[in-house]
């Protein structure tokens, strides 16, 4: 393997801070590195460390790139990757889809210290060890098995995560719908858990969807609610189940009224938790209409964007040691929303051809 010098000129501009190769844009380098080497850098800082990753690509390609220089990559086009998918225009034709599902959600990702000031978190103290990123999901559903059960399409979930508020994240999903055929799917369905934010987005974002309180999180509170009834019992356990099953079938106002109507006797083992469980079935009770939601062959879980948690985010930016600045992990986000999206070589390309232009 032979090393090829070069020199070039170099301009640095004191006022803006930045500088700039002549050379380097014309022959189209993005920091020094090829479109097709720095294409390859980035898929790697959106799967791995950035040191194994160095290490793979010598070992896999003979390139001698270090972990920093992978780092930087990353830091340097991961906005740049973001821009160019928010910067496509809507499609023109888009294939009309029967249903389109749009889910929220939100999970911790260890930042350092800096990333933390002023932030209020569940620490004794009231500090913080995370930073919330809310995470987004699309995806289409075009039919049902023979039972009924809807069936998600291939290869068509597409994500957006950001450490932004809950008004910015709303936007975003609303844009990443409106690229994936909104205006003319069949039905649009929003899935998400109680948490306020995610309903107020919902609310403001997408009026017109269907919104669906996740069945799976509505029974962990409703374990709650017949534990706080019954006590640690197995008359809890068996009260549960039940009401798991005629909740399914569209009966929690019944449940809401039994519930009660327990209270009211003074026969709840925890009457204050029974009344902050209640409190959550009435605030999302009119998103609990599971009966006809099954009826209407919808998903009634928000598995895709929990699933989504775990493996955009959780498997890249919450490994054991790992802190993150924002710049730092708001760049692999994006790369690996492109990534894991299956966009990602089109937003590169476009982002490349543009570059060049």
């Not at 225009?89 to 999970?107: I, M, N, Q, R």
């Not at 040691?321 to 790369?335: C, K, N, P, R």
């Amino acid at each position: 393997m032979e090393t090829v010098l070069l020199t070039r000129d170099y301009f640095y501009c004191a006022a803006r801070q930045e500088g700039r190769a002549p050379f380097d844009d014309a022959l189209g380098l993005i920091d020094g590195y090829s479109p097709g080497l720095a294409g390859l850098m980035c898929r790697i800082a959106a799967q791995q460390s950035y040191e194994l990753g160095a290490a793979d690509l010598l070992a896999y390609a003979g390139v001698i790139v270090e972990g920093r220089g992978i780092q930087r990559m990353a830091t340097l086009m991961g906005p740049q990757m973001r821009a160019t998918r928010a910067g496509q225009p809507e499609p023109v034709a888009p294939k009309p889809v029967s249903c389109l599902y749009a889910l929220a959600d939100g999970t911790g990702v260890p930042m350092l210290r800096r990333a933390l000031a002023g932030k209020k978190g569940r620490q004794p103290a009231g500090s913080a060890r995370t930073r919330e990123v809310k995470l987004g999901c699309v995806f289409t559903q075009q039919s049902t098995t023979t039972d009924g059960e809807p069936i998600r399409e291939p290869d068509s979930t597409t994500y957006l995560g950001t450490l932004e508020n809950a008004a910015e994240f709303g936007r975003q999903l609303r844009q990443e719908a409106i690229r994936r055929g909104m205006a003319t799917a069949g039905r649009m369905v929003f899935l998400g858990d109680g948490a306020a934010w995610v309903w107020e987005q919902a609310r403001l974002n997408f009026p017109a969807a269907i919104c669906i309180l996740d069945f799976y999180h509505a029974a962990e509170h409703l374990g709650q609610l017949c534990a706080a009834l019954e006590g640690p019992r197995p008359a809890a356990h068996r009260r549960t189940a039940r009401w798991a099953k005629a909740m399914k079938r569209g009966g929690i106002a019944r449940i809401i009224l039994q519930a009660e109507k327990l209270r009211a006797r003074g026969q709840a083992a925890e009457a204050e938790q029974v009344g902050k469980e209640l409190e959550y079935f009435r605030k999302n009770e009119p998103r609990m209409h599971y009966d006809e939601y099954r009826a209407q062959g919808l998903f009634i879980g928000s598995g895709g964007v929990e699933a989504g948690c775990r493996v955009v985010i959780g498997q890249r930016l919450k490994k054991s040691g790992m802190f993150w600045s924002e710049t730092g992990a708001q760049s692999v986000i994006d790369l690996r929303c492109a990534l894991l999206g299956g966009h990602f070589d089109t937003d590169w390309n476009t982002l490349t051809a543009n570059r060049a232009a």
